[in-house]
């Protein structure tokens, strides 16, 4: 199957080391660096995963060309799994899409296109609405307020967070194609609730994009949502077992 991610892309840096003492200048604890993790973050974890999870089949990303120049770096203590100190560089250089670039003849060579939407200026509301009328199997995983102009994708995909930020403008029309992800409480569909495993969990960094890459793949291979629902939960359940932003 042939599927297209669009969205801001970064670099997720993980600096993992130990914290034996304070710094003498100021009351703050002194990191030494062990092993150090990169790996493509945001649309291209979703990008990542996908391949992963299709065995090597790789998709095809539309996303913004300086995305290794974008870093997410944490500092985190390597037995504790405890997270010190986030550094983001170059946040506000994600530039816009240009979709005058991308005709309709392109856009039908796929079978499904998947917007991961971090709200960073990449994506308009206008850009995402006209996204969704270019194709008839459209997943969107988003940042921004719900409202009229993300009525026509397929299927949408927020956390629990953002569910309570946007719900009170939620329509009918929305809620039908609504899935809410609730961490460990699993998520829900059509007032359905889909548990998931009880694990212990090391990081929820990039589960989202975890989960709407498996709930994209096994979509486009059965056509069916609530098959595809529980095999996202599945996959979202497998990472958060692991440390740092990973894939299944």
């Not at 308009?124 to 921004?144: G, N, R, V, Y």
């Not at 719900?146 to 995909?157: A, Q």
């Not at 009918?172 to 889909?194: A, H, M, S």
């Amino acid at each position: 199957m042939k599927i297209l991610v669009i969205g801001e892309s970064c670099r997720d840096i993980f600096h993992y080391g130990e914290c034996k003492r304070l710094c003498p200048e100021a009351p703050v604890p002194v990191f030494k660096s062990i092993k150090t993790k990169q790996n493509g973050g945001m649309a291209m974890n979703v990008l990542n995963n996908l391949t992963t999870i299709q065995d090597g089949n790789i998709p095809t990303i539309i996303t913004n060309r300086n995305w290794k120049e974008i870093k997410k770096t944490r500092f985190v203590e390597v037995n504790s799994n405890h997270m010190f100190l986030r550094l983001d560089e170059n946040d506000s250089s994600y530039g816009k899409i240009n979709l005058s670039e991308y005709n309709q003849e392109f856009i039908n060579t796929f079978d499904a296109i998947v917007i991961s939407d971090y709200n960073k200026g990449f994506l308009s509301e206008e850009a995402l609405k006209q996204i969704s009328l270019m194709h008839p199997l459209t997943f969107l995983d988003t940042k921004k307020i719900l409202g009229d102009w993300c009525k026509n994708f397929s299927f949408i995909k927020i956390n629990s967070k953002e569910y309570e930020n946007t719900k009170h403008i939620l329509t009918e029309q929305l809620l039908k194609n609504l899935i809410v992800t609730k961490g460990p409480k699993g998520c829900f569909y059509r007032d359905k609730i889909y548990p998931v495993s009880s694990v212990e969990v090391k990081d929820v960094s990039g589960a989202g994009d975890t989960f709407i890459a498996g709930l994209v793949s096994k979509f486009c291979e059965t056509r069916d949502i609530d098959m595809s629902i529980r095999y996202a939960n599945e996959c979202a359940t497998i990472v958060v077992q692991k440390k740092g932003v990973s894939v299944v």
